[in-house]
């Protein structure tokens, strides 16, 4: 999460006992993983089962974005991915936004990782911070230690207007106009400030879909690029903007203060190289 603070002291992960033995889960082998392939670019799969070979790395400073969490290693992405957002951090500041902090992209091969996300696995999903860019490089520890601001109020029914602006809407609106982008994911808190602050342009909102947690930064994610045969796009959003009663069920009781289980809910088996792509396992190995 944008708010978990990272290292200045990253150990490197110890070798596995059996990396080749089919019960080993996939992020324990893409999660050891820490440069890309060479090659040509390719996506294989979907957003959460999948991979990718030839990716790049985003620079830790451009002129209008800064990467944060270093420790993390998450800075990669397909080359789409990445020009993408040097394109949308150079935009930025015509609607009032100084800069990008860009977390977590994908691991250098994708795949599922050890923390966190069940997606960013196709090297085209990248979280944007909601905290504006400040006017120094920030030093390591700053990236690393430095938390990303909750932008959701207490009870979770509406944005904090303390610190919530015009030019978040802006930057958020900004992002869902470029082609190239299929979703983003906001807390539902979020998108009902949108849907509220939208005026009578309302197109872009189609784009943007509510999810748990993300109040602290918001999800992008690309559509597959075009000729991209082994990438799996998500199907498109329903129509309309999702606003009004759409959003009725993110502010219901079950979801605001679901009841506990009484009895806790059997984990989930980790997926293994046998649920990626055939070709997942290739890139796992390539040089």
């Known amino acids: 999460m944008a708010q978990d603070k990272g290292t200045m002291d990253p150990k490197p992960l110890p070798p596995l006992a059996n990396p080749n033995d089919p019960s080993t889960p996939a992020k324990a082998l893409f999660g050891r993983v820490t440069a890309p392939s060479s090659g040509a670019a390719e996506a294989y799969g979907s957003y959460a089962k999948g991979c990718f070979a030839g990716g790049q790395g985003l620079a830790f400073d451009g002129p209008n ?3 944060m969490r270093p420790s993390r290693n998450r800075r990669w992405g397909m080359p789409y991915l990445v020009s993408f957002l040097e394109r949308l951090a150079s935009k930025a500041p015509q ?3 100084p800069g990008l902090l860009v977390g977590d992209m ?13 997606s960013h696995q196709l090297g085209l999903d990248a979280d944007i911070w909601l905290t504006p860019m400040p006017d120094h490089s920030m030093s390591r520890a700053e990236r690393e ?3 990303a601001t909750d932008m959701v109020r207490a009870d979770r029914r509406d944005i904090d207007e303390d610190v919530w602006t015009s030019a978040h809407t802006g930057l958020i609106r900004l992002t869902a106009k470029q ?3 299929a979703r983003i994911f906001v807390n539902a808190a979020i998108k009902k400030a949108l849907c509220r602050e939208a ?4 197109g872009w909102l189609t784009k943007v879909r509510p999810m748990y947690g993300h109040n602290y930064h918001y999800h992008i994610r690309l559509a597959c690029p075009r000729g991209a045969e082994s990438c799996g796009d998500q199907a498109p959003p329903p129509p309309g903007d999702g606003c009004g009663s759409e959003l009725d069920y993110w502010f219901s009781a079950a979801v605001l203060n679901p009841p506990k289980a009484k009895t806790p809910p059997r984990p989930r088996p980790p997926m293994t190289m046998a649920g990626l792509p055939d070709a997942c396992r290739a890139v796992l190995h390539a040089r």
């Not at 005026?199 to 309302?202: I, Q």
């Open 106 to 118: 994908s691991q250098p091969r994708g795949g599922p990782m050890l923390t966190g996300h069940a």
């Open 95 to 97: 609607v009032g936004w």
């Open 199 to 202: 005026g009578g342009d309302r």
């Open 145 to 147: 230690q430095t938390s």
């Open 65 to 67: 974005w800064q990467v």
């Open 179 to 181: 082609p190239e982008v």
